[in-house]
């Protein structure tokens, strides 16, 4: 009867081996999807039990969020100051559904699972502290990105507004209308957080639905045709060909396009053109002028050129990623004329098209666009500073074409209508008024302001769109609808508003 | 107690425990008080580690536990010192390992609870202190089973009454109105007011001496062959029948009180004693199949246990649905980011998991104590059923044998079907984890259990009175020792079944005292003859040749106790 015995025991044996492989299994081999897994509340529990960093403004260190204790299982609720109106830049925090903005790309110094935390980590082990996370602080300077905000809220426009210094290239303001609440995404309570979602991400097709997708950070994940304010692009690349100022070129009201019959392109509201030099179609924003440049210039150097304003990179991360702002395939004539307006096929970013400006202020050199200043550790000591960096390998143009640019700029402004215009301040702007749509002649255009002051030493460069003619419909420009508040983001930046 | 898990066999090996001048053996309680000891040290360092990792201060309440654990085992330690003194050393302490991890992980899982509770303004009162309480129950059973039981073969006279009464403590739940009788959809218990037990529990016992007892009465009809066919000896069909029946009301009980674990577990045990008590794997291939079958008509005809399966599957695939796989999703979940090294004990969330301190708690171990710590629990519980085995393979008699073999293939087996369906390795059914899990039914049948392989251990070292003649002792009787083993306690010669015998060949008269020779205890094995008869070679098992051969020497050895008693005793 041993014999039997003996099997049985191997059986035993074999049955707790068979175990063992198994949990091996489960715990080596499928560890990280069932630890990633969403509905494993672990990670959630772990992470709101201890106090997440807080996202504070370079700029008197105003706090923008923060985390509090609570009563409830999930320890900490995290705490948003003016959640819309931060919502581009801190983005939410919801155990639900996820992270977004600086919440999602700087979570682990938020965390404190940043490596460089580490050896705090074990320190806080030892004395028994509760383990916090570091703090972010962003560039963001309250004062512009409240002006610009109440600016677009005010009017009811949907949009974006984009500042920059532009010698380091921090983003002073970044506003996108109409926005959302991050607080009712942090809400501990799931259902809340459910409706909230739901009431900003119904599909815009649906009856019920009254939206503008509110969640969509419009300055860098939403591309638009640029409309005149490309004009700069397409100077700055004649510029560079060895024209200059005085260089003529065509003034007509409107020119066929090449390889049509019958199609022409006209100057806005079909008018010939005041000047007939590059500096007065600048100024007066000649479309048949920009669009025969283009063509003269060729697809190439219109190319080299917009890369050393940073367009046509797909990488772009300041930290959050940046949608690519590129010019299209530039493939024939009749192409290259409607891409020298900026319209085609041609779309910038908000975040680009004050770059822009930011780029000309800079003497040509277009600066990486950064949001984040510092990373601190959980005694704000400083564990990352970040140090502005050249977007281009070389300026978008020569020394002595800075100033040639600028003086354009400073007579477009002047021709430039829009309330908020003060006689101490000279402004260097380029406006534009971007055609869009199935239908465009029938549809409101996108009004665009892009500019930088003061004009003998930049401080700031903005960038404003008011989509879709913002209140003024089909007869929106530029200059009628987006300049004011262009003049209000640049007067709190300048610290004057 | 050289040889590492016991399967090597009876004999002990050494010149240390050969005695021929009959001083006894090392009884090795030295060995298991370190053993204690040591499990105590564990139980400490885990229960402060938790209360660390909770951010409390050292409370009152480990000195608590850690005292009551050891008045417990203290205790224990002592009764097997005075009532078993030659029981293997290390199966209390794997027992203390366990228990003490399991009450450190209850407490662990209170806290959580009673944070979770004050959150939502609820109260609440930790199951620690009842479990203690339930522990310490155990222990007084633990003690009466090693006093009143003093032979284990003395069970076999009340073989029927054991079954008997395992079967209807088996069917009173399904019986009952469900009001008293079910919780969360198992129709597995009794509720008596404040505590409730599952008397599945003590039938599982209670049904394995009784299977054991008549496998050992009648194991020579189970080896006659029946027809050939395809040149397998099948066996006869109405040898079946008992078993058949035995087993069939067991299982329909099981599935009328929707409860598939013990179903799965009785199963496994019952065909692990028909194939030791008769060597033929033919049983193991009939209860497989009749097993397969089983399952088939189950998954076709209830739908929970299609749910069970598709949970099994796939568990996150049937996360959300009701009666999902939900629950095996969070245990996963623990598992998963418990890892390799585990979150610490204290730091994880095993309280996620429903039913995270009963059935659960093996996924709770293995999410704060990782791989490592699950891998540590399962090693215990393997060499407590090896422990369990190797008195087994020691004691000479052949319930013995069966008793102990299938105790502690029934405690792996629990083990195997608990932390395989909390792994997903099977389908999941509801069992606790021997000795871990809360649970009062739980621990007292586990702690009787365990009594009893202390005493089928301790029979099998246990030294022969010294006043033993040597007498001629011949081969072959002790190669068949089990199957003589006789010495019944002089008590066992009345009332027994012994007309279960089957029809033994009248006894040598020299053996066969009225007291000794027709007993309970002794009707299987000396029904043995048939074997003997049919091969006087003795070598009906290498295992037995491995026993006889010995030769004097291996009979002096302090090993070869009750077998050979029939001999001398003439």
């Given at each position: 009867m041993n014999t039997p015995l003996r099997r049985v025991g191997l059986t035993m044996l074999a049955m707790v081996v068979l175990l063992l492989a198994n949990a091996t299994y489960i715990q080596v081999v499928k560890a990280e999807d069932y630890r990633s897994?969403?509905?494993?509340?672990r990670q959630l529990l772990y992470e709101y039990g201890r106090e997440r960093g807080q996202i504070v403004s370079?700029?008197?260190?105003?706090?923008?969020a923060q985390s509090s204790k609570t009563?409830?299982?999930?320890?900490f609720l995290r705490k948003y100051r003016n959640g819309p109106m931060y919502a581009p830049v801190t983005g939410y925090y919801s155990w639900r559904y996820g992270s977004a903005g600086i919440e999602r790309e700087r979570n682990d110094i938020l965390t404190g699972e940043d490596a460089r935390l580490f050896v705090r980590k074990l320190s806080d082990l030892i004395t028994g502290r509760d383990p916090r996370g570091g703090h972010v602080q962003v560039t963001i300077d309250p004062t512009v990105q409240q002006a610009a905000y109440e600016a677009m809220t005010s009017r009811g426009f949907t949009g974006s507004v984009v500042a920059l210094k532009?010698?380091?290239?921090?983003?002073?303001g970044m506003v996108s209308t109409p926005s959302y609440d991050t607080n009712k995404l942090a809400s501990h309570d799931g259902k809340k957080q459910e409706r909230a979602w739901a009431s900003w991400n119904c599909?815009?097709?649906?009856?019920?639905c009254n939206h503008n997708?509110?969640?969509?950070?419009?300055?860098?994940?939403e591309t638009y045709p640029p409309g005149s304010t490309f004009k700069l692009v397409v100077t700055a690349a004649a510029l560079e060909a060895?024209?200059?100022?005085?260089t003529p070129v065509e003034s007509a009201s409107n020119i066929p396009l090449p390889g049509t019959t019958g199609v022409t392109l006209e100057n806005f509201a079909g008018a010939t053109c005041p000047g007939s030099t590059l500096e007065q179609a600048l100024a007066y924003s000649c479309n048949t002028a920009f669009a025969k440049l283009a063509d003269e210039l060729g697809a190439q150097k219109l190319r080299a050129t917009a890369r050393k304003f940073?367009?046509?990179?797909?990488?772009?991360?300041?930290p959050l990623d940046v949608e690519e702002s590129h010019l299209g395939p530039l493939d024939s004539s009749a192409v290259l004329y409607q891409s020298g307006i900026g319209q085609r096929d041609v779309r910038l970013t908000p975040l680009q098209d004050a770059l822009l400006s930011a780029t000309i202020a800079n003497d040509g050199v277009a600066m990486k666009p950064q949001l984040v200043k510092e990373l601190l550790a959980?005694?704000?000591?400083?564990l990352e500073e970040f140090e502005p960096e050249e977007?281009?390998?070389?300026?978008?143009?020569s020394e002595q074409n800075v100033e040639v640019l600028t003086q354009m700029m400073i007579a477009s402004e002047a021709n430039t209508s829009g309330e908020?215009?003060?006689?101490d301040l000279t402004i260097a702007s380029k406006t534009g008024t971007a055609e869009h749509g199935a239908d465009p002649k029938n549809t409101p255009p996108h009004a665009w302001y892009t500019a930088f002051a003061?004009?003998?030493?930049?401080?700031v460069a903005v960038a404003v769109i008011v989509e879709?003619?913002?209140?003024?419909?089909?007869?929106?420009?530029g200059g009628t609808v987006a300049a004011a508040i262009g003049r209000l983001t640049i007067n709190a930046a300048l610290g004057e508003g | 107690m050289n040889r590492p898990l016991g399967l090597a066999g009876g004999r002990e090996p050494?010149?240390?425990?050969?005695n021929p001048g009959g001083a006894a053996p090392a009884t090795r309680r030295g060995t298991e008080l370190l053993m204690l000891a040591f499990a105590a040290v564990i139980l400490t360092s885990a229960l402060v580690l938790v209360d660390a990792n909770q951010e409390?201060?050292?409370?009152l309440a480990i000195v608590w536990y850690g005292l009551a654990y050891l008045a417990i085992f203290a205790a224990a330690h002592l009764a097997v010192r005075r009532?078993?003194?030659?029981?293997?050393?290390?199966i209390l302490p794997c027992v203390a390992v366990l228990n003490g991890i399991g009450l450190v992980m209850i407490y662990r899982i209170d806290l959580a609870l009673a944070e979770r509770a004050t959150q939502v303004g609820r109260d609440f009162s930790g199951v620690a202190p009842r479990q203690v309480m339930w522990t310490v129950l155990a222990l007084a059973l633990f003690l009466a089973v090693l006093t009143t039981i003093?032979?284990?073969?003395?069970?076999t006279r009340y073989s029927y009454t054991a079954g008997l009464v395992g079967l209807v403590l088996l069917a009173l739940p399904a019986v009952?109105?469900?009001?008293i009788s079910e919780v969360n959809g198992a129709k597995v218990w009794i509720k008596f007011g404040f505590f409730s037990l599952q008397p599945g529990e003590f039938a599982k016992i209670l049904l394995l001496i009784f299977f054991a007892s008549f496998l050992v009465s009648k194991r020579d009809l189970f080896t006659v062959a029946g027809k050939r066919v395809f040149g397998v000896e099948l066996p006869r069909a109405r040898d079946l029948g008992p078993i058949i029946i035995a087993a069939g009301v067991c299982l329909g009980i099981f599935v009328l009180q929707k409860d598939l674990g013990p179903a799965l577990l009785f199963f496994g045990v019952v065909l692990m004693l028909l194939y030791v008590a008769t060597e033929r794997f033919i049983w193991v291939a009939v209860g497989l199949t009749m097993f397969g079958a089983g399952c088939v008509l189950a998954y076709t005809l209830f739908t929970h246990v299609q749910q069970r399966v598709a949970n099994w599957i796939d568990p996150l695939e049937t996360y959300?649905?009701?009666?999902?796989g939900y629950q095996v999703a969070q245990a996963l979940f623990g598992l998963g980011t418990g890892g390799?090294?585990?979150?610490?004990l204290g730091a994880?969330?095993?309280?996620?998991?429903?039913e995270a301190n009963t059935d659960f708690i093996l996924a709770g171990i293995g999410e704060e104590l990782g791989f490592i710590g699950l891998a540590a629990m399962l090693m215990v519980y393997l060499l407590l059923g090896m422990r369990g085995m190797r008195g087994a393979l020691a004691v000479r008699d052949t319930f013995g044998k069966l008793l102990g073999g299938g105790l502690a293939f029934a405690l792996v087996m629990q083990v195997f079907v608990v932390a395989g369906g909390i792994t997903k390795l099977i389908p999941m059914t509801g069992i606790t984890s021997p000795f871990?899990?809360?649970?009062g039914s739980s621990l007292l049948a586990n702690y009787i259990l365990v009594a009893l392989l202390l005493r089928i251990s301790d029979a099998a070292r246990r030294p022969q009175?010294?006043?033993?003649?040597?007498?001629?002792?011949?081969q072959a009787p002790i190669a068949e020792a089990h199957t003589v083993m006789?010495?019944?306690?002089?008590?066992?010669?009345?009332?027994?079944?012994?007309?279960?015998?089957?029809?033994?060949?009248?006894?040598?008269p020299n053996r066969s005292g009225p007291a000794t020779y027709p007993g309970p205890g002794s009707s299987g094995p000396t029904g043995s003859a048939p074997a003997n008869g049919g091969q006087p070679g003795s070598a009906a098992s290498p295992a037995n040749g491995a026993n006889g051969t010995g030769s004097t020497e291996s009979d002096n050895?302090?090993?070869?106790?009750?077998?050979?008693e029939g001999e001398w005793k003439a």
């Open positions: 897994d969403s509905r494993n509340q370079q700029f008197g260190g105003t706090i923008l009563d409830d299982r999930l320890q532009p010698d380091t290239g921090e983003i002073l599909a815009p097709s649906a009856p019920s997708n509110p969640m969509r950070n419009r300055a860098i994940q060895g024209m200059t100022a005085d940073g367009i046509g990179m797909d990488d772009l991360q300041i959980p005694d704000l000591s400083t977007l281009a390998e070389e300026p978008a143009f908020g215009k003060r006689s003061p004009a003998d030493d930049p401080k879709s003619g913002g209140d003024r419909g089909l007869a929106a420009t | 050494g010149a240390a425990t050969t409390q201060e050292l409370t009532w078993a003194p030659y029981a293997d050393p290390l003093k032979d284990h073969r003395t069970l009952l109105p469900s009001a959300d649905d009701p009666g999902g390799v090294m585990g979150t610490g994880g969330r095993p309280e996620t998991v429903p871990l899990s809360y649970g009175p010294q006043s033993r003649p040597r007498a001629q002792q011949q006789v010495q019944a306690p002089s008590a066992g010669g009345v009332g027994g079944p012994g007309g279960h015998a089957p029809a033994p060949p009248p006894p040598p050895t302090t090993d070869s106790p009750q077998g050979t």
